[in-house]
């Protein structure tokens, strides 16, 4: 006998023929909405940018349109999504997305939506950093004992 048991608890079908490596998702509160849930953050190498906001779904039943917070396409392939703190001088959380030539860190936002419209959501380019080198995958952290703020660091 199990004490675990195993269920699907939310699923989606993104895009045809999309490819995505194990850097391409994270989960985190990105809007920082305060409520303490985490969206899912995926990104594609076809240069797709999505925003989950999952709830439970009973067997059987397909992906509610107001899961998806948001899906932009941006210019580039995503090689990597990571949410932290990556603006000095804010407490919030940003979301770092590395392309092959560049880093850049957005902040997510919504607007509360009026009668049945429901919120929208969008994101902000805060900056970019041009590396110098085509770029593989990032680590973030408080390295050196730094509070308040992430550094990125690239591996080539």
Not at 32 to 61: A, E, T, W
Not at 64 to 86: A, H, M, S, T
Request: charge should be negative; aromatic fraction near 10%; proline fraction near 4%.
């Amino acid at each position: 006998m199990s004490l675990f048991k195993a269920r699907d608890w939310w699923s989606t079908i993104l895009g045809e023929k999309e490819e995505f490596d194990q850097g391409c998702l994270c989960v985190g509160d990105v809007d920082n909405s305060g409520s303490g849930q985490d969206k899912i953050i995926v990104g594609s190498y076809m240069g797709y940018l999505r925003i989950f906001n999952p709830h439970p779904v009973k067997p059987g039943d397909g992906v509610q349109p107001e899961d998806l917070l948001l899906e932009v396409q941006l210019r580039e392939p995503i090689l990597q999504v990571e949410v932290g703190k990556f603006v000095s001088g804010t407490e919030g959380l940003h979301l770092a997305v590395l392309h092959c030539r560049k880093l850049c860190v957005y902040t997510v936002s919504g607007t509360l939506g009026t009668v049945e419209h429901g919120n929208q959501y969008q994101i902000k380019l805060m900056y970019e950093h041009h590396l110098q080198r085509t770029a593989c995958n990032m680590t973030y952290g408080p390295f050196g004992g730094v509070k308040g703020r992430f550094f990125v660091t690239y591996s080539y």
